[in-house]
């Protein structure tokens, strides 16, 4: 899960081992049962786990033994029993079903489109099993929802980026986040940050949404939690300057880790998506390369729009991985599904809540088993 | 907002409006279309099924199939439908009652509640009101500093909140300071938190039994999709929300939450967030969003707009002159500047009816803002002589004026072109009475407007 720290890290991690493992007082789940080799870092013992259960192994119901992995654990705790009472398990549609009919495929329409999955997706998943059942290759419900989940992972996988982030050979690795107001991208940076002080890097922020108010101090109480460098300019500076100064502080002093807080905006305004075009340009004027990931986030609650979001974002500035927040809620962020299938960008993150460890590897198959999930609206118990 | 929802079902009135005679089967085919709309905006699942089967159900035993223009019958009912789902009548806030009144923004995080609040407190002061605005977002790092500037900004007291207290002993020191300096409103802006997160929902549960609330406004995101009503739902559960404000509708959302959420708590929406500025709050009028949904513009909106930036002695003046022909660079420049106080051409443009056919023409004019800016620049960089009297301006001065306005030689030249074409324009009009009498002053409907 932490593949992606591979690339530089393998070097690196080797001698900072000892010491890394001890400030790291709330480490990331899959830290705690690391066994020494890296590369068996990359497939912890507990995902398979969850691949040979994934009906009772789940975000909702993760049971609170000690040892549980899922990246729910902590979440589930916390709010499990009021979660719970919102959702019950897809597989109560499927209960009692012996054969697939117009009565399966509604409830199965209305579960897809209520998760923001979107309503042509919908039908063209939907469409997509009504063929095969007509030609009789289907006719086992289970088997159903195995080809829908099984098509959906192929949106979300298909990407034609690399899906870990790939550093830089030398020099600091530069990461632009954007995304339009609220959905948490501030907050990411911090998460971010902290994953990459665990594991050793050095990291500096940098304060580059001039515009809100408090914004600049927002992100510097994230750097003092994490107790390091945040670049900043007045209120109100031009973004592009802070960015420049703040990637020759970076180059000079030798970070590992550059994160760039941009300002949100919507992605109609085209003077501020103009702007925002500027910083990206400034960035590989002071750094060749930079920035080297354009982390587009978005909010798990939105809906159609986030397609819109993305698409214009990418036109811009060429977006390279997304960050799905807020997941910790009851939205599904079933949109991400068709932004990856439109514009074969990876999802890298989720946010689960809003203290430093809640971050976590994007796992695609716990995403679609959460997706699959459906509102308790009538008596139906939820699965527990 | 909601331009794109009405692309998609102008689409389909188009083909219903082909039809001479509607059978029941083209309104169930329409009506399946409408279904697919609806859900692409992101109107909750059920919300739309219940829409479809109304319309279908009235459309389909009504007189439709004997009117002369079945195909408008049907949009008239949509209409009707679309007025009642976005809740009926225009609901302003409740200022009257037990003073000072206490307001309450709810939401979930990155809803946009710490810029609303400085908004509304802005519309209210603009009103009349004494307001004072409240930070008890004491989770979110610098929420408190966020109100604290907005405030400076807007020169409206804030409450000299700490991260230390308790939101609850915060609402109530506040309400004795407001008690003491005689505010009279008070703007309770609340940390952003989960529905599913008891102990933050039990926090506001308590301000609201320690404080007597006037209103709680629940505060979300319009780019919100179907996990918007769930929501909506359990803040109204938990806390009796008294009302909706729906921001970021400036964007491309279909706002689809704002068909959803008042059908489903009940509570009407008061305000919409059109903008990052802070005077971009809007009421909300449930007739007029669903004129626009239908692609009938919302005249109504643009006239308040231009009322509310046009100061009737200049219009008069303005007038006086146009008729003669004394119109000058200087006014020219005056008219600019109102245009651009009314928001972005774009956001004008979506108000008039029938705009959105325009725009699917291939060659349309796409809207300059851009344009708008250089002029404006062009003209500041003239003296006071030139603005005067356009018939000085030599090719040196055209250099001096493209050198100090940033643009070229050219760009001056067509602006002085334009203002010489209106000037001839404005001629011919002279003598021909009632074409150019000035802006008549129109009654408002009762509202917070001025």
Same mark, same amino acid.
């Given at each position: 899960?932490?593949?992606?720290?591979?690339?530089?890290f393998t070097k690196k991690e080797a001698p900072t081992l000892p010491i890394q493992d001890l400030p790291a007082d709330q480490p990331s789940l899959?830290?705690?049962?690391?066994?020494?080799?890296?590369?068996?870092?990359?497939?912890?013992?507990?995902?398979?786990d969850q691949k040979d259960s994934p009906v009772t192994e789940g975000p909702v119901t993760a049971k609170p033994v000690p040892d549980s992995t899922s990246m729910f654990k902590r979440l589930s705790e916390r709010l499990a029993k009021t979660r719970d009472s919102l959702i019950y398990r897809m597989d109560t549609l499927f209960l009692g079903k012996k054969v697939i009919d117009t009565e399966l495929l509604d409830d199965l329409e209305e579960l897809l489109i209520t998760a923001d999955l979107g309503v042509t997706t919908t039908t063209e998943l939907l469409d997509h099993a009504r063929r095969r059942v007509k030609r009789k290759e289907l006719s086992d419900p289970a088997l159903l929802k195995e080809v829908l989940k099984e098509k959906i992972r192929s949106f979300i996988t298909d990407s034609t980026r690399p899906a870990e982030l790939v550093m830089p050979e030398s020099?600091?690795?530069? *990461?632009?986040?954007?995304?339009?107001? #609220?959905?948490? &991208?501030?907050?990411?940076?911090?998460? %971010?940050?902290?994953?990459?002080?665990?594991?050793?890097?050095?990291?500096?922020?940098?304060?580059?949404?001039?515009f809100r108010a408090a914004a600049v101090a927002q992100l510097q109480i994230w750097g003092e939690r994490n107790n390091i460098k945040v670049v900043s300019h007045k209120d109100g500076a031009d973004p592009s300057s802070v960015v420049y100064d703040a990637l020759a502080t970076a180059k000079a002093e030798n970070y590992d880790v550059v994160l760039v807080d941009t300002a949100g905006r919507l992605h109609t305004q085209t003077n501020l998506i103009e702007e925002l075009r500027k910083i990206k340009r400034v960035m590989g004027k002071q750094l060749p390369g930079a920035p080297h990931e354009v982390m587009l986030v978005i909010d798990a609650t939105t809906g159609q729009n986030g397609i819109s979001q993305a698409k214009?974002?990418?036109?811009?500035?060429?977006?390279?991985? *997304?960050?799905?927040?807020?997941?910790? #809620?009851?939205? &599904?962020?079933?949109?991400?599904?068709? %932004?990856?299938?439109?514009?074969?960008i990876p999802i890298r993150f989720i946010g689960i809540g809003e203290q430093l460890e809640d971050l976590r590897d994007f796992d695609p198959d716990e995403f679609i088993e959460a997706l699959f999930q459906k509102k308790a609206d009538d008596s139906t118990q939820p699965a527990a | 907002m909601f331009e794109n929802l009405t692309d998609r079902l102008e689409g389909v009135f188009k083909r219903l409006r082909g039809h001479g005679i509607l059978t029941e089967e083209n309104i169930q085919e329409a009506m399946g279309e409408v279904r697919m709309a609806l859900l692409e905006a992101d109107v909750n699942f059920k919300v739309a099924k219940d829409f479809v089967a109304t319309v279908t159900r009235k459309a389909v035993g009504q007189e439709v199939a004997q009117s002369l223009a079945p195909g408008q019958q049907v949009i008239k009912v949509v209409h009707e439908e679309l007025v009642a789902l976005l809740g009926g009548n225009t609901e302003l806030i409740r200022l009257d009652g037990r003073q000072p009144v206490t307001i309450m923004m709810a939401g979930l995080q990155g809803s946009g509640k710490t810029t609303t609040s400085g908004k509304l407190a802005k519309m209210l002061r603009d009103k009349g009101r004494?307001?004072?605005?409240?930070?008890?977002?004491?989770?979110?790092?610098?929420?408190?500093?966020?109100?604290?500037?907005?405030?400076?900004?807007?020169?409206?007291?804030?409450?000299?909140?700490?991260?230390?207290?308790?939101?609850?002993?915060?609402?109530?020191?506040?309400l004795a300071v407001a008690e003491t300096k005689n505010y009279d409103t008070l703007i309770i802006d609340t940390a952003g938190r989960l529905h599913v997160d008891e102990a933050l929902m039990n926090e506001l549960k308590e301000i609201q039994s320690a404080i007597h609330l006037s209103e709680v406004l629940f505060v979300a995101d319009a780019m919100t999709g179907q996990d918007a009503v769930t929501v909506a739902d359990k803040f109204n559960q938990d806390l009796e929300i008294t009302g909706v404000i729906l921001t970021k509708m400036e964007g491309d959302a279909r706002g689809g939450a704002a068909l959803s959420i008042k059908n489903v708590t009940g509570k009407p929406i008061k305000f919409v967030g059109?903008?990052?500025?802070?005077?971009?709050?809007?009421?909300?009028?449930?007739?007029?969003?669903?004129?626009?949904?239908?692609?009938?513009?919302?005249?109504?909106?643009?006239?308040?707009?231009?009322?509310?930036v046009v100061d009737q002695k200049k219009a008069d003046k303005l007038a006086q002159k146009l008729k003669k022909s004394q119109f000058s660079l200087e006014d020219f420049l005056e008219q600019i500047q109102q245009i651009k106080k009314m928001g972005s051409l774009q956001q004008i443009l979506g108000m008039i009816p029938g705009i959105n056919k325009l725009k699917q023409l291939k060659d349309a004019p796409q809207p300059d803002e851009k344009e708008l800016v250089k002029t404006e620049a062009i003209i500041c960089s003239m003296t006071l002589k030139e603005r005067r009297n356009h018939q000085i301006i030599s090719s040196g001065?055209?250099?001096?004026?493209?050198?100090?306005?940033?643009?070229?030689?050219?760009?001056v030249n067509r602006v002085l072109k334009s203002y010489t074409a209106m000037l001839k324009m404005m001629k011919k009009m002279r003598g021909k009475p009632g074409l150019v009498s000035g802006m008549k002053r129109r009654k408002l409907p009762k509202g917070l407007r001025k």
């Open positions: 899960m932490l593949g992606w720290f591979k690339k530089k899959e830290e705690t049962h690391i066994p020494e080799t890296p590369s068996a870092r990359e497939q912890p013992p507990e995902r398979h020099g600091p690795f530069v *990461i632009m986040v954007i995304g339009v107001n #609220g959905v948490g &991208k501030t907050t990411t940076i911090g998460k %971010i940050a902290h994953k990459f002080l665990s594991s050793g890097q050095s990291v500096m922020l940098v304060a580059a949404d001039t214009l974002f990418n036109e811009a500035v060429e977006v390279t991985g *997304i960050t799905l927040t807020k997941l910790d #809620g009851t939205a &599904k962020g079933g949109i991400v599904a068709n %932004i990856c299938r439109d514009l074969k | 004494r307001p004072y605005l409240v930070p008890a977002d004491i989770y979110r790092p610098a929420a408190i500093e966020q109100l604290r500037i907005l405030g400076e900004r807007l020169d409206i007291p804030v409450h000299p909140s700490t991260g230390e207290t308790k939101p609850v002993d915060i609402c109530r020191q506040a059109m903008g990052e500025g802070l005077d971009a709050l809007e009421i909300f009028h449930p007739d007029r969003a669903a004129s626009r949904i239908l692609g009938m513009g919302d005249v109504l909106t643009l006239i308040e707009k231009a009322e509310a001065r055209r250099q001096r004026i493209a050198d100090g306005s940033g643009t070229t030689v050219m760009d």
